[in-house]
């Protein structure tokens, strides 16, 4: 990948499998992916639900992806529009790619390699 190292974040209720709706994740799984493509598990952090039956508080939504800004990928199992385009305003581009963490995670690397490729080829 050329060097480039990137840090993802997973919203996961066990730390397993990427399961969890954005606005209803409690726990987020950092990971950092080095320049071999090597997964490293860096910490896991809370945050407060921003979906409460149906409703959405667009200030705790805020919150919680300040709090995961110093990410580039955000991994779910589902996200809305305005959490999607709120998480991009902060640099974190959101994938929908449910399930086991490796694997959703390797998913993800694949796709990022594959559009690198196309970006290069147009520039």
């Given at each position: 990948?050329?060097?480039?190292?990137?840090r993802?974040?997973?919203?996961?209720?066990d730390?397993?499998v990427?399961?969890?709706?954005?606005?209803?994740?409690?726990?987020?799984?950092?990971?950092?992916?080095?320049?071999?493509?090597?997964?490293?598990?860096?910490?896991?952090?809370?945050?407060?639900?921003?979906?409460d039956?149906?409703?959405?508080?667009?200030?705790?939504?805020?919150?919680?992806?300040?709090?995961?800004?110093?990410?580039?990928?955000?991994l779910?199992?589902?996200?809305?529009?305005?959490?999607?385009?709120?998480?991009?305003?902060?640099?974190?581009?959101?994938?929908?790619?449910?399930g086991?963490?490796?694997?959703?995670?390797?998913q993800?690397?694949r796709?990022?390699?594959?559009?690198?490729?196309?970006?290069?080829?147009?520039?």
């Amino acid at each position: 990948m050329d060097s480039q190292e990137y840090r993802v974040a997973v919203a996961s209720s066990d730390g397993i499998v990427v399961n969890n709706h954005f606005g209803r994740a409690r726990d987020f799984y950092i990971y950092q992916v080095d320049h071999t493509e090597q997964i490293h598990f860096q910490e896991k952090r809370s945050v407060i639900p921003v979906c409460d039956g149906g409703n959405h508080d667009d200030d705790k939504l805020e919150e919680n992806i300040k709090k995961l800004q110093d990410c580039n990928y955000l991994l779910v199992s589902r996200i809305g529009g305005g959490a999607a385009a709120m998480a991009e305003r902060y640099g974190i581009e959101s994938y929908e790619i449910p399930g086991l963490i490796p694997d959703s995670i390797g998913q993800l690397t694949r796709y990022i390699k594959i559009k690198k490729l196309f970006e290069d080829q147009k520039g």
